[in-house]
Each structure stands twice: as C-alpha cells, then as structure tokens.
C-alpha cells in the first residue's frame, strides 16, 4: 500500500518528455508510480488542474536560514545550494543545519575565498555567505599568491572536498588581482577529482580592458586547459549587454566539447557586500553605472557621491547593496535579461540572499518575516517570475523545457560529485519525492524591490522527501525534512 496519491495532476518529466495528466504515489521519501490509472494509497489528495514537476533545484542560494529558504520554497524549491561563495569548514556548516533542522535539502561548495581568508589573514571561517561577508574586509586575501600560498588554498580546498563539499566556489571578481595562474590549478583540481566549479568571473566592464568578454574567456580557458567541469555562475549579472557575445563563446566551447554551464536568474539589479573591488568609485563608469545606482539594503540610502560611497565602503564593507544595472520596465533592457534566460541549457538559479532586519542582523528562524525585512525580490520569486514570464505570458519556452532549466539540468550539473542528483530533477517511480504542484494560470512572484519578502503566489504544494512543507498554499512552519546533500568523497 503507497503512503500518499497525487491524483490527476498534470505530470511534467522533462527526462522522459512526459506532459500528461498521471497519478503519481508516494511511498517513504521516494515516487513508487506514475499511472495513468489511480493506485490504492494510504491518504490521496486531488490535485487535478494543476502542474506536478520535481521541485527546483537551486545551484545558488546564500540564502541558508529557516526563514529565508522557507520563502523559497513558496517559490517551489526543494533543495537550495550556496555553491558560488561555498562554505567553511563545510563539515560545520553541514552540521549546523542538520543540528536545526532545515525545510528543504541543503548542500554547500568548498570556498576558495574563505581557504585564501584562512591562508593570507588568518581568518577563522564559520559558515556560508554571511561568514564571507563579515570577514570580506580582510587586509590580504585577495592579494595575488606565492607558490607555497597556492599549495595552501589547493590542501584547504581539496580537505573540504573530503568532508564532502559539492565541488568548489570560486569568487574571482571579489579578488580580481589574483592570479590566473591560480585559477588554473584550482581548476586541475577540480578536474582530479571529477567534481564542478562554480566561478563568479573575474570582469564583467562592458569595454576594455576587464571585460565581460575577457572573465567568460578565462572559464572557458580553464575547461579547455584542465578538461574540468566549469559552472559560470549568474551569467545575465556578468555579461549585461555583452549577453549575446558571450553567448556566443559559450554555445561555441559546448560545441566543441569542453563543459561549461550557465544560470540565470530573471532580475536586473544584483546584489552583494558594498567592500567589493567592482564596486569601487572609480570602477563605476566603467560598468555604466553610478554611485546612486547602489541600495543600502538596511537602510535604502543611495550614495549620493563617490565621497560618501567610499565612506561607506570602509565604515561597513560587509552592508549589503543592491545594484540596479538594467532596468526591468525598459523593453530594451528586460530583452538583455531575456536572451541570457534563453541561453540553450542554461539553468535557473537565484542567487539569493539571506533577509535581515533593518539592523542588519540576519533573520533566522522568524515566520513570518517581520515587517522591515531587507533582501533582495529574487530570494522570494526567482523561479515564480521565470514561469510567469517565460512560459504564462509570451511563451519563449514550453513549459516542459522551462521545468527543465529549474530541475533536470541543475540535477546533470551535480550529477558528477553527488550521486543523489540522478533521483532528482525527475518525476519517475524510483526518484525522490521532492515534488511542487502549482497553477500555471496564477504562478506568478510578488516580491518588489521596496518589499522583497512577499511570497510567491500559485504555488499549492512542495513536498520534501515525501512530506508536505506547502500544503494549500500555505507553509507548514514545523516541517523540516530537509536533508544535507553531500558530494560523494564525503
């Protein structure tokens, strides 16, 4: 007897091409059938007129709090990752979360910035991205390397890989002087052991020199030298308007066999710690923007000068700010925010942040988020605003290759370092049960710049490993079935 029957949704199995109304069953933490003929269950519940999909998969979440990845799952994620910035010591991170408990899967990259933390400042790194952010303005870490200081980053990172991190995070355009020299054995090592890195590109200025062009051409230098597996991460906030050039150079490496992927997330502004070297005033021309494009998240100040910017820049490093390069309401711009979407294969990932109060101070376990909550829209809507615009509106894709680009193809990236991935990203007898059924009538995000934790809408139900976390819509604030995903040299 099955424990649970989704009857009558709309099955969507972008592996098998299945886009049909099936019933699925449920059994433990694992899909026991999908049918066109209803099977005795336990408990069923009718979920006919909507869209069952595995639930998406996120390559890029800093967002590691209860709070903050229960807003994601209202964006029908099922399992977030902080691969690009990655985590230290993983084995703590890993723990931490397990130890309280989390409402969808988890996982995290080994870090190279932290390993250089460690290695040039003698920093003590103590978990993912809000560990990152409070140690960023460190004295020395992005200083370019000795020999012996690369041995040290490559032992710290290739230990990590042993405690079982998916692969390795590497932040090059938060410590740009580094060495290419550097990049590479990373990469070598990387390749050794058969596992992904995740790589926020070095440049990203739209002329020379440092341009987009140029960080996207070392990534894919690095594939062709090392044969390693290359994630660029974020590549419509790394490429702007150069989107179709660098494109171009991306389709061209897959074609000739070298392995590179992509993300994307559906926003025009990103987000980060103020300290970091693009964000510089002197830097600012050069990306085409100017000191009253940046957001203080905390407190919604735009620097009105480069005096003041600098000023911020060195009292608080860490603050997070919002950077508007495209504007979402142009037509010309959210075409640029488009073609990087619609790149061939590439995923879907937010690049989400952790919220916090107006004092800064990280939201962790507070549902729901208390009012003044500070973020970025892409933590709540990423996956909703994708479907909505993609699919529901002018329909660039099907929606079975949409489902595909937020779940079987983040699975295949991961597919080398975690086994657990070749379940996952599926709906079939045997896959997990990590499940998001939702209305494609009314899917759609809510979040705003001014309030980014407004949940999605038109998600019905999430179900992680078997158990519900959405159920009608609304989040169940005792579940927590996430499980730790880890790489397999764990």
Not at 9 to 21: I, K, S
Not at 118 to 135: Q, R
Not at 261 to 273: F, H, I, Q, R, V
Not at 406 to 423: G, I, K, M, N, Y
């Amino acid at each position: 007897m099955n424990d649970l029957l989704l009857r009558g949704a709309r099955v969507v199995d972008p592996e098998t091409g299945l886009d049909a109304v099936r019933h699925v069953a449920i059994t433990g933490d694992k899909i026991t059938s999908v049918s066109e003929d209803p099977v005795p269950a336990r408990r069923e519940v009718d979920v006919s007129g909507r869209v069952l999909a595995p639930g998406f998969i996120d390559l890029h979440s800093h967002a590691q709090t209860v709070g903050s990845l229960r807003m994601q799952a209202l964006d029908g994620v099922t399992t977030a990752l902080e691969l690009e910035s990655g985590a230290a010591p993983v084995r703590v991170a890993y723990q931490r979360a397990s130890d309280e408990g989390r409402p969808i899967n988890f996982g995290y990259s080994a870090s190279w910035a932290m390993a250089r933390m460690k290695v040039f400042d003698g920093a003590e790194p103590d978990g993912g991205w809000e560990s990152f952010a409070a140690l960023c303005g460190g004295p020395r870490w992005r200083d370019r390397a000795t020999p012996a200081q690369i041995d040290l980053v490559l032992a710290e990172l290739e230990a990590q890989l042993h405690e079982g991190a998916l692969g390795i995070g590497v932040l090059l355009g938060y410590a740009p002087q580094t060495g290419r020299k550097e990049y590479v054995q990373v990469a070598r090592l990387a390749e050794r052991y058969d596992v992904p890195t995740y790589t926020h590109a070095r440049f990203k200025n739209p002329d020379d020199p440092h341009t987009a062009l140029e960080g996207i051409a070392e990534v894919v230098a690095a594939a062709a030298g090392t044969g390693a597996h290359m994630h660029l991460c974020h590549i419509n906030s790394t490429s702007l308007r150069a989107i179709d050039e660098i494109g171009a150079v991306v389709s061209g490496a897959r074609r000739h066999g070298l392995r590179v992927s992509t993300e994307a997330y559906p926003y025009g502004a990103g987000m980060t710690t103020v300290g970091v070297p693009f964000l510089s005033p002197e830097n600012l021309p050069e990306l085409g923007i100017t000191p009253s494009d940046l957001v203080i998240a905390a407190t919604g100040e735009r620097p009105a000068n480069a005096e003041r910017l600098r000023e911020i820049q060195r009292t608080d490093p860490g603050a997070m700010v919002a950077i508007h390069y495209l504007d979402e309401d142009d037509p010309a711009d959210w075409s640029v925010l488009e073609r990087a979407l619609l790149l061939p294969d590439t995923a879907v990932a937010s690049d989400a942040i952790p919220f916090a109060g107006p004092d800064g101070r990280l939201i962790t376990d507070a549902w729901p988020l208390p009012p003044g909550a500070t973020g970025h829209p892409r933590t709540s809507g990423t996956f909703s605003r994708f479907l909505a615009t993609m699919v529901r509106g002018p329909g660039h894709l099907t929606l079975i290759e949409a489902v595909r680009r937020c779940t079987l193809q983040p699975a295949e990236v991961l597919s080398s370092v975690a086994p657990q991935f070749r379940h996952k990203g599926r709906v079939q007898a045997g896959a997990d049960a990590d499940l998001v059924l939702f209305d494609l009538d009314a899917v759609s995000d809510r979040s705003t710049y001014a309030e980014p934790g407004r949940p999605s809408t038109g998600v019905d139900h999430l179900l992680v490993g078997g158990e519900f976390v959405v159920r009608d819509g609304e989040l169940l604030q005792d579940a927590r079935p996430g499980r730790a995903v880890k790489g397999r040299l764990a």
